[in-house]
């Protein structure tokens, strides 16, 4: 009885491990921007960081995973099975769009980056607050992955999206 306990355990961690290989897991695991474009669904979108403004300053992980250690990499095994089991059943999307937990993450680290920016924008000289209920990519879209319908992939957005 031990020894086929035993075996099965073997098994499941050989299988794991070989998956593991195969499917280069510690990729995910770092900051590299090109792992984050294995999947087709992300071509425009690291097209467009490539050539855009934030790509000297900016890697994926930067904008889209809290900076705090255990907080980044339980948004990056969350995200990480939603983009697994998205593949493993076929439910790939055309565009990947931000939950609003995504979209609270990018907003703290839109203030982290820019702090100074943010606090002479919330108070301006005529001492008037802007609205603070908005996401800064809500004005500020193109910045981060350049203009939306530049690319001549079939699934890439239209100005009109």
Request: with cysteine.
């Amino acid at each position: 009885m031990k020894w086929a306990l035993a075996i099965g355990i073997l098994a499941i961690l050989t299988v794991v491990g070989v998956g593991m290989y195969v499917t280069d897991f510690t990729a995910y695991l770092g900051n590299n921007p090109t792992t984050c474009n294995n999947c087709h669904v992300m071509d425009a979108v690291y097209e467009g960081w490539f050539h855009g403004g934030h790509k000297a300053a900016a890697k994926c992980n930067d904008c889209h995973t809290p900076h705090d250690l255990i907080p980044k990499y339980i948004v990056k095994a969350q995200s990480g099975y939603h983009h697994v089991t998205a593949f493993a059943f076929g439910h790939i999307p055309d565009a990947i769009r931000a939950k609003e937990a995504s979209r609270e993450v990018v907003q703290e680290n839109c203030i982290r980056c820019h702090t100074t920016t943010v606090e002479d924008i919330l108070v301006s000289e005529t001492g008037s607050e802007m609205e603070r209920e908005r996401y800064c990519f809500e004005c500020h879209r193109s910045v981060a992955h350049g203009e939306r319908g530049i690319s001549i992939l079939p699934y890439q957005h239209s100005e009109g999206d």
